[in-house]
């Protein structure tokens, strides 16, 4: 039945069936193979059962979120403060978009939402300003990885849900490895920068004009000070913080930045509906495929046989890192984290991993497919802000920056307290509470 689980999976997606339809009718595949069509009823149930959940609830809010942020104009306020603060710099509209990437996904939890929204801005106004055209998508693609690493996070609440792990510490431990990643392409796009000669630059700070930007975004940098600072305090849940973020960032688009109206709620809600139902159907059929893997044994079946080659979990972790990064490449984020975290989790717990530094790694591989042909993501919707971008000159450019992102990955692997640091903060917090 494993054999038919897999060859079935491989052959339903080389044949370019929806993602959705693979990880759902291989499982089926499997149980008629080993003779159990009488017991298919349980797909149903396990659907059903996926999708029943409070936490999952939090997927279509964030979604609903930055589907109404990123119409709202609190990506473009975003953008001319870091432009205030970092336009100096060489590189400065790549470093710019960048950090704003970074803004934004203290607010979206999508990376393409995160790449169509700063990229929308940035990526014509870098191309304009002298920086070769699938070098600036690059950046832009690169950047919007980061909205599914620094909380809030889609990934990591699918990861919550699978594990059982909590979403607040997952959140918590992906802050400073987002970072990380931030200011890593920020130095690369600087040296590039410099060392070609791409782009202007601002003489230097003007203090006014920051205070003018700072100012103006101040409602859109609130935003993720209230959902974090909410969730950490223990105000609302991280589902409930999705639905603050929700009514938040429609009286700001609203009210403030004036730049929807209630009419165009419909189309706003329509296309978040659309990326939500995508996600969801996912989730609901990777339970099949989970509970075909699970009665299969296959989790204890694979930690014996990784056990029985190597007891290091050096070399272990680094065989799981490379199996992710080729699988980014040719599977969606939320599949894969269906697929892979039920069969490798018990296998990292038994190495003594915590199992939320894991989940920031699988994350994080899991998220660089994003920007790694021929699936790549990021590279398609970075590709589709501006008619210069050709997309061969996009995958060129984004070598050197995929290359520094495994570097941070290496790091968050290898040095547990990267990823945390601030979980034991929150953890002993917790505990105090209690006591």
Not at 39 to 48: E, G, H, K, V, Y
Not at 143 to 170: D, H, K, M, R
Not at 270 to 290: D, G, P, Q, R
Not at 305 to 322: D, E, K, P, Q, R
């Amino acid at each position: 039945m494993i054999a038919v689980l897999f060859i079935g999976l491989g052959v339903l997606l080389a044949l370019s069936v929806p993602i959705a339809v693979c990880i759902g009718g291989a499982p089926l595949m499997a149980m008629a193979y080993g003779g159990r069509i009488p017991q298919m009823f349980l797909a149903a149930q396990r659907m059903i059962t996926a999708l029943d959940s409070t936490t999952l609830l939090a997927i279509p809010l964030f979604v609903l979120a930055g589907a109404i942020m990123g119409k709202g104009g609190i990506s473009k306020q975003i953008v001319n403060l870091c432009y205030e603060l970092f336009g100096w710099i060489p590189g400065s509209l790549g470093i710019v978009c960048v950090i704003a990437c970074m803004f934004f996904a203290a607010i979206s939890g999508s990376a393409p939402a995160t790449v169509a929204a700063i990229g929308g801005i940035l990526v014509p106004a870098m191309i304009d300003d002298g920086y070769p055209a699938g070098f600036s998508a690059a950046v832009a693609a690169s950047g919007g990885i980061i909205g599914c690493i620094i909380p809030p996070s889609i990934p990591f609440v699918n990861y919550a849900l699978i594990t059982g792990e909590s979403v607040s510490e997952l959140f918590a431990g992906g802050v400073v490895p987002g970072i990380l990643m931030g200011v890593a392409l920020c130095i690369i796009v600087a040296i590039q920068a410099h060392k070609h000669h791409w782009g202007s630059r601002n003489k230097g700070i003007d203090f006014g004009r920051v205070a003018k930007s700072f100012a103006k975004a101040i409602w859109a940098i609130l935003m993720p000070v209230i959902i974090l600072g909410g969730i950490y305090s223990g105000m609302f849940t991280p589902t409930e913080a999705a639905a603050v973020a929700c009514v938040y960032g429609f009286i700001v688009s609203l009210v403030v930045y004036r730049a929807i109206k209630i009419s165009d709620m419909m189309d706003i809600s329509f296309e978040a509906v659309k990326t939500s139902a995508m996600i969801l159907f996912i989730c609901a059929t990777a339970n099949i495929f989970s509970f075909i893997v699970s009665t299969q044994q296959v989790p204890a079946k694979l930690s014996a046989a990784v056990l029985g080659f190597t007891h290091s979990a050096t070399l272990i972790l680094l065989l799981i890192n490379i199996i992710l990064l080729i699988n980014g490449c040719f599977m969606e984020t939320t599949a894969s984290t269906f697929i892979y975290t039920p069969i490798l989790f018990p296998l990292i717990k038994k190495l003594g991993v915590d199992p939320v530094q894991f989940g920031v790694v699988i994350v994080m591989n899991l998220t660089m497919g994003l920007i790694t042909p021929p699936l790549g993501i990021n590279l398609f919707v970075a590709e589709g802000l501006d008619k210069r971008v050709k997309f061969n000159e996009q995958v060129r450019a984004v070598i050197p920056l995929f290359i520094v992102l495994v570097i941070v990955l290496m790091l968050v692997t290898y040095v547990p307290d990267i990823s945390l640091a601030l979980v034991k903060v929150l953890r002993a917090s917790r505990a105090a509470a209690v006591h």
